[in-house]
């Protein structure tokens, strides 16, 4: 896996420092990615659903593969 970096203030990389714990850079900043995609596709649920009666297909009939397989292609 090819590696690269990343510049940031000292005070940023000091604050995620204390947040990180004992876990290494990667397993950390995934972690910090998977809750900030988890909470996107949180608005974006709450969003769909709030418009579903402007639609022509009601929300439950959606089929959304957002999540798990990787897979957001048809079936």
Do not use: H, V
């Amino acid at each position: 896996m090819k590696r690269g970096t990343i510049t940031i203030s000292l005070e940023l990389k000091k604050k995620l420092d204390a947040l990180r714990g004992g876990k290494t850079w990667e397993e950390f900043l995934t972690e910090l990615l998977n809750t900030a995609l988890e909470a996107k596709l949180g608005e974006l649920e709450a969003f769909l659903r709030s418009t579903a009666d402007k639609r022509d297909i009601p929300f439950e009939k959606l089929e959304l593969r957002l999540r798990g397989s990787g897979d957001a292609g048809p079936r």
